[in-house]
């Protein structure tokens, strides 16, 4: 019963900056890889960003250059540092975690709430 709770998104202006956090809670879990995605209206869950455990980052697309992710292991938490900003921009924005049990070693993929990014011109 591990849950992925998001805070940070909001409004923000074209060329300006948001960063949005997630932090996973429960117990007797270990959390592996790390992602952000976002989904744009009447499109499908795209991949923007992932984070290993060691730290290895990966970008996708548009945010390459201007999008950050890492991670705090101790806080089970992970963040987005987005920069420039465009309406193009405009999404909700998903964390995503595979996590493993330490009690039945059982491997899932949680999801946090969504928050929604709008950015306006």
């Known amino acids: 019963q591990v849950q992925l709770v998001e805070s940070g998104g909001g409004l923000v202006q074209a060329g300006g900056s948001l960063r949005l956090s997630c932090a996973a809670s429960?117990?007797?879990?270990?959390?592996?890889?790390l992602a952000w995605y976002r989904q744009f209206p009447g499109k499908q869950r795209e991949l923007v960003a992932t984070?290993?455990?060691?730290?290895?980052?990966n970008y996708f697309g548009s945010v390459k250059g201007r999008f950050t992710i890492s991670r705090d292991n101790a806080k089970n938490a992970v963040y987005l540092q987005m920069n420039s900003l465009e309406p193009e921009d405009t999404a909700v924005y998903y964390c995503?975690?595979?996590?493993?049990?330490?009690?039945?070693?059982?491997?899932?993929?949680?999801w946090g709430q969504g928050s929604l990014v709008t950015v306006s011109s």
């Open positions: 995503n975690a595979n996590i493993q049990s330490t009690s039945t070693y059982r491997y899932q993929e949680i």
């Open positions: 429960g117990s007797r879990f270990v959390v592996n890889t």
């Open positions: 984070i290993t455990r060691s730290g290895s980052t």
